[in-house]
């Protein structure tokens, strides 16, 4: 029984339920009529999804209109106890609920989460060598069945990125990194697609010229790219955390703009990553 | 079949899960050891169980450190754009955040929710002959099919006071009517005890006497105790309220200090309101 290319014969290995998980940035939520295009674009999204927002500008602006210094160590935002205040009031209230509102009023029944509600992410306190980045958590686990549970009642999880340590405390975490994490736990049942939106079109093979856009790159392309130093600075952690994602189980990778998303999730724009 | 009385026989009613609906006010949240020591309380009660807390102090500190001005009509806060920003930070992010994380560290699986979450408390801006309240919403529906299946899938909800109006707006929800029309809807399907808790020890005798609490009272008692004015002021909303829920379905209501829960829920502190 099964074997590849039979006509009318059952796949030979299961397929699973479509996912695509969409991480957009603070360019998109500090622009109010990006995020309206997105989220309509987002809720017309077809099958199970899940965003991931970062934070944007309101937190750095709330934070200074309270009196509350933000610390930079080596150009990274510290978390101290003030600012952890900050971004969970901005993350998980603020830019959070004003999404879940907005895609309620798409149609879209979604449900906003932070790491610490249905303990769907654990994380623990950074530990560093020489720096206290303060209430910032590295990701320990996902529970993956909760997730499905709440996909399988066809929910739409819009995640902010705070955690927790099941401690009682909660933890700033990097979207994109929650977006990984989600990935990797989910894609053991579902076929995964995990978008990064960013400011750029895609992978460039001309940094300034934005209609360079790699539609695909491999692993051997990706040596070859850096080794030439066509692919150099922050692209480099992106690439390497979407092959990691590959690796992981999730069926494929995209980074693009998030105002062209239907057309990243066709394959017609942006960079696809895949493992081959 | 059936009939009551039979030994060993099943009962006439099927006998619904329990499910306590406990509300607290901002008394609580405001009191660092009162609320460590109340979701202590919370944590240990058995069963299926929905917190519904109300915002505190701390959105009043926040609105006047951004330099918010509140503004009050006849006694009520009136909710401007402003002030919606304000209190969805604080209720929805900080206060309902914080908690979840807390009730995770006592082992309790809490999830955090608003009623624009998972369209679960859909609502619609108040409409005044004479007053223009701002952002504030009265219920029409809550989704007791949605919530029984986080209730099923063993989570503890944790209700911030916000709802949303299904066009995208979020709306500032009185605590005590959300865990009302939650009780209501959930009625149908639980045995619903609806605990309010506020800073008196249940219904008093004597309004100046914290130990004269009476322990249960009934409608032909209440109207009574109203006539000669023993009960009066904001005591009568309150049980106008509790008599209303068990009209519609709830099994008890509680009135009595959130620090004595488990007493109150064993019916040993506070007042039990009941139908009869």
């Known amino acids: 029984m099964g074997g590849a ?6 796949p030979a290995k299961q397929i699973s339920m479509q996912l695509s998980i969409i991480k957009i940035g603070g360019n998109i939520i500090d622009d109010e009529a990006k995020l309206a295009g997105f989220l309509d674009s987002f809720a017309a999204t077809p099958g199970k999804k899940i965003l991931v927002h970062g934070g944007g500008k309101l937190a750095t602006r709330v934070a200074e209109a309270l009196g509350i210094k933000q610390q930079l160590v080596d150009g990274r935002r510290i978390t101290d106890a ?3 205040k900050v971004v969970t009031m901005v993350y998980a209230g603020t830019v959070n609920k004003n999404i879940v509102a907005n895609l309620q009023a798409r149609g879209c029944d979604a449900i906003g989460l932070t790491g610490a509600d249905g303990n769907s992410i654990l994380a623990h306190k950074r530990t560093h060598p020489a720096i206290d980045y303060g209430w910032v958590g590295d990701v320990d686990s996902v529970d993956a069945a909760f997730l499905t549970g709440l996909l399988t009642l066809d929910k739409t999880l819009v995640f902010a990125p705070i955690t927790h340590d099941g401690q009682g405390h ?6 994109d990194t929650i977006a990984q994490e989600l990935a990797r736990g989910l894609g053991r049942s579902f076929d995964v697609s995990l978008v990064y939106s960013f400011e750029k079109s895609g992978v460039l093979m001309d940094a300034d010229d934005d209609n360079s856009v790699l539609s695909r790159i491999g692993p ?9 130093q066509v692919i150099f600075a922050g ?7 979407a092959f990691a994602a590959l690796r992981s189980g999730v069926r494929r990778v995209i980074i693009g703009r998030a105002e062209e998303l239907p057309l990243l999730l066709a394959g017609k724009a942006g960079t696809t990553i895949v493992n081959e």
Request: aromatic share 6%; proline share 3%.
């Open 220 to 228: 051997a392309e990706y040596q070859d790219l850096k080794a030439k």
């Open 82 to 84: 003030e600012t952890l």
């Open 235 to 241: 692209m480099i952690p992106k690439l390497d955390n």
């Open 5 to 10: 290319g039979r006509a009318g014969g059952y």
């Open 170 to 175: 909660l933890l700033n975490t990097n979207a």
